[in-house]
């Protein structure tokens, strides 16, 4: 069972930015970090869960809400097994509890819904003041 921990949330002023972290464990035999499909999600108060960005892992492209395209970029780093979300020029509207999910997979079928993957973290508050 893949274990994700999420980290890096906090309060900034809109037009700041943040780095959320997501460290992933729990391999077994034949896993590894480059097999999986990961993702970056958010959850609003009174909303839902939306997918932000996806990553494979393996190699290949990533995809974006278009709420985010051009502030945020997902990375990762395999030496670590952490994935990234780097959050440029925050606005109000990001504020949110964020998730990182995963699933293992030969790819990623674009930001995919929730119930597509498999793991996910606790979470991540992040909160942009105007």
């Known amino acids: 069972q893949v274990q994700l921990v999420e980290s890096g949330g906090g309060s900034v002023q809109a037009g700041g930015a943040l780095r959320l972290s997501c460290a992933v464990s729990?391999?077994?035999?034949?896993?590894?970090?480059?097999?999986?499909?990961m993702a970056w999600f958010r959850q609003a108060p009174g909303k839902e869960r939306e997918g932000v960005a996806a990553?494979?892992?393996?190699?290949?492209?990533?995809y974006y809400a278009d709420s985010v395209k051009g502030r945020f970029t997902i990375s990762q780093d395999n030496a670590k097994d952490t994935l990234y979300l780097q959050m440029n020029s925050l606005k109000p509207e990001d504020t949110a509890m964020y998730y990182c999910a995963s699933r293992w997979s030969a790819s990623c079928n674009g930001l995919s819904t929730t119930d597509w993957y498999s793991n996910w973290g606790q979470g991540t508050q992040v909160t942009v003041s105007s």
């Open positions: 990553i494979f892992t393996g190699g290949g492209s990533t």
């Open positions: 729990g391999y077994t035999y034949g896993t590894s970090f480059q097999r999986l499909c």
